[in-house]
């Protein structure tokens, strides 16, 4: 993608935010109307796919939301929000089984400590009476999170032995059980917790639903699938990540460095050792190496948008790549319009480019959130937009 299309899409995205404060003012079918004319001028945004295919499915026109929701997810397949919002209607509103466990699996192979597939995953196995693995699934969530309430309750549905395995790790009293809530638009996790074993694959059932949509082949893959979830670091390299992390807090960088790097060269698919490596490289100077390691956390998690603003974020002040930072900066602001650090990086690269008048509208943005960051009150003086004092 060039400077040009990443304006364009910045633009479209501009556009767009514009006409969702229009459509919370107007009915429904007016404010579907507003953003199906959106589609006609930028096919290709994805947001606006999700948005239109959750209002259908409000309206209860599921045909046409399946559509927008597979359209979304095609457009911008790392998106995780979209990547659940298509999975769960696969099983909430139409019962798709297995196409709902083929996309789940699939975001778990990105990211093997999302709390939310992994309970969807533990729902699914419970409903189709696989109670083996859906305990499997609901304690591994309890083992990145002690206190899931979802789970604790999950595992209390199941047989005497899952109870007992709450107990063990020392649950308190379980909420209302949990089922995949209909599709919609939620912010995008930044998952951070320590690895763990997984639990055995679950194996989906063939689907007999419509085949409009049809479930990726029934094969050995998913045993593939949890193979690369298995090389996620061992417990043992858990403590390792630790003693890093504290190495570095106490400012003896060289060290945690080299433990970094340990890690690393035993588990090559630790996507939060190379982005913290990253870091560490970018403090002390060694930017090839640094760029390195950001690149290898963002193509091991596309879907962490800490890691891919951290990329971005050395391109744009380490290299002065700034289509490439753009690039990234599109994406994240597409996914998240109230990340004020976000803007102030993209307002910061339009007046680079001499592109004033976007710099402007994003400064705007970034001041409606913010209106007391004086840099940005600054900016806007610079190049004309507000008067000076």
């Known amino acids: 993608m060039n400077t040009k299309n990443s304006l364009i899409l910045i633009e479209g995205a501009a556009t767009y935010e514009r006409i969702l404060t229009e459509v919370r003012e107007v ?22 796919h999700n948005d239109v295919a959750v209002m259908y499915y409000q309206a209860g026109n599921s045909l046409k939301a399946l559509a927008h929701y597979e359209k979304a997810h095609k457009l911008e397949p790392a998106n995780v929000v979209f990547r659940k919002n298509l999975a769960d209607f696969y099983f909430v509103e139409l019962e798709w089984t297995g196409e709902a466990i083929n996309t789940y699996l699939d975001i778990l192979k990105d990211n093997p400590f999302d709390i ?40 209390q549905q199941l047989p005497p032995a ?27 996790p930044i998952p951070t917790p320590e690895p763990v074993q997984p639990p055995e694959p679950l194996e989906p059932p063939v689907s007999t639903q419509p085949t409009t949509a049809p479930a990726a082949p029934v094969t050995s893959s998913f045993q593939d699938l949890f193979r690369s979830i298995a090389a996620e670091p061992k417990p043992s390299a858990v403590d390792q990540y630790q003693d890093a ?12 460095m080299a433990l970094l790097k340990t890690i690393i060269g035993s588990s090559p698919d630790s996507a939060i050792a190379h982005n913290d490596l990253g870091v560490l490289c970018q403090k002390t100077g060694d930017l090839p190496s640094s760029r390195y390691h950001h690149e290898a956390a963002v193509r091991l998690q596309p879907a962490n948008t800490t890691f891919a603003k951290n990329l971005a974020d050395l391109l744009y002040c380490g290299f002065g790549a700034f289509e490439e930072a753009l690039d990234i900066y599109v994406r994240l602001f597409a996914e998240n319009r109230y990340d004020v650090e976000l803007l102030k990086a993209i307002a910061h690269i339009c007046l680079e480019i001499d592109r004033q008048e976007d710099a402007r509208f994003f400064l705007e943005q970034l001041l409606s959130i913010k209106p007391w960051d004086l840099d940005a009150a600054e900016s806007l003086r610079t190049i004309g937009a507000v008067p000076a004092p």
Do not use: C, M
Request: proline fraction near 8%; hydrophobic fraction near 40%; aromatic fraction near 6%.
């Open 27 to 48: 009915e429904a079918d007016e404010g579907l109307r507003h953003i199906q004319d959106f589609l006609k001028i930028y096919p290709d945004f994805g947001r606006a």
């Open 116 to 155: 939310e597939a992994l309970n969807a995953l533990g729902t699914i196995s419970q409903k189709i009476g696989r109670r083996e693995q859906a305990r499997q699934y609901f304690t591994r969530t309890l083992q990145i999170d002690v206190n899931n309430f979802d789970a604790a309750h999950g595992l």
């Open 162 to 188: 899952a109870v007992s395995a709450v107990k063990q790790i020392g649950q308190p009293a379980p909420a209302a059980p949990y089922a995949p809530a209909p599709p919609a638009q939620i912010p995008e």
């Open 245 to 256: 992390v504290n190495l570095a807090n106490n400012g003896k960088l060289d060290e945690a």
